[in-house]
């Protein structure tokens, strides 16, 4: 799984959620393909060739809304995470197609990172939009918004703030400020972390396998995939939260759940 993560983060999936300092860049001209076909052997080869502003250009808006920053800074962050990167091949295994607007394409990639070779098979959303077909990494076909509220003084502030719609699920992103003088733990060795997903339709969970630490006024997020959730969310708990004594051990009678998102 490691080594799967670590060439979807150099592909550009998942992973460019890097703050980065951009000047004036000429905005990029995004392109749709006249059919999902086409769109999805236009990224192939461009992804042969290692030119990540053609690949960029065919980026559907759902996965740019997802990412949250614009293209050229997508662009920015994918030629540095791509450097140790070397594609073999890229080959598109089937596509499917789920309605007349989105096909789902599976493709086997071979490369080659850090030494390493490696295939795999990714999964990509064709999506029809702008009057022609685009690229969407993951499989993302969709990505809702959630309105953030105002971080509470004296409190680890959790808070959901995108959800990306997958075939097979959903990723959510969830931003985290640690506004207190107090470290925290999510999970121990003994009891995981989970988040917990409460939809319309049911309630779906992801473990967190590793304990992580949070440190005093840490500012940052994380993600979580939910396999095969649906329906609408209405309620995202994080268990298991520790405070940390001073030799970094979870004080274990501190146990609490954090609610990221009730609606």
């Given amino acids: 799984m490691k080594k799967i993560l670590k060439i979807s983060s150099i592909l550009g999936i998942l992973s460019i959620f890097v703050f980065l300092s951009f000047g004036c860049m000429k905005k990029v001209e995004m392109v749709r393909a006249n059919t999902p076909e086409e769109a999805i052997n236009l990224f192939n080869t461009y992804n042969l060739e290692n030119n990540v502003e053609e690949m960029v250009k065919l ?17 920015k962050v994918m030629k540095k995470n791509r450097k140790n990167l070397n594609i073999k091949s890229s080959s ?14 599976i493709v086997t990639i071979s490369a080659v990172v850090d030494n390493e070779e490696t295939t795999e098979d990714y999964i990509y959303a064709l999506i029809k939009e702008d009057g022609g077909w685009a690229v969407s990494p993951d499989g993302i076909t969709e990505c809702i918004n959630f309105d953030v509220p105002m971080s509470k003084e004296k409190e680890l502030n959790l808070n959901l703030v995108k959800e990306a719609v997958l075939f097979d699920g959903a990723i959510i992103r969830v931003n985290l400020y640690n506004n207190t003088n107090n470290s925290y733990v999510f999970g121990t060795t ?9 939809t319309t339709e049911g309630i779906f969970t992801s473990v967190v396998e590793e304990p992580q630490k949070i440190d ?36 274990l009678d ?7 998102y009730s609606k």
Avoid: M
């Fill in 254 to 260: 501190t146990k609490r759940d954090i609610t990221a």
């Fill in 59 to 75: 980026y559907s808006n759902e996965y740019i809304d997802y990412i949250g920053y614009d293209a050229n800074q997508i662009i």
């Fill in 190 to 198: 003994d009891e995981k972390t989970e988040i917990v997903v409460e």
């Fill in 92 to 105: 598109v295994k089937s596509i499917e197609d789920v309605n007349e607007n989105l096909k789902k394409a």
């Fill in 216 to 251: 005093k006024k840490a500012r940052n997020y994380f993600i979580a995939k939910v396999e095969n959730l649906k329906g609408e969310i209405t309620n995202v708990r994080v268990t298991s939260v520790f405070d940390v004594d001073k030799d970094g051990n979870a004080v």
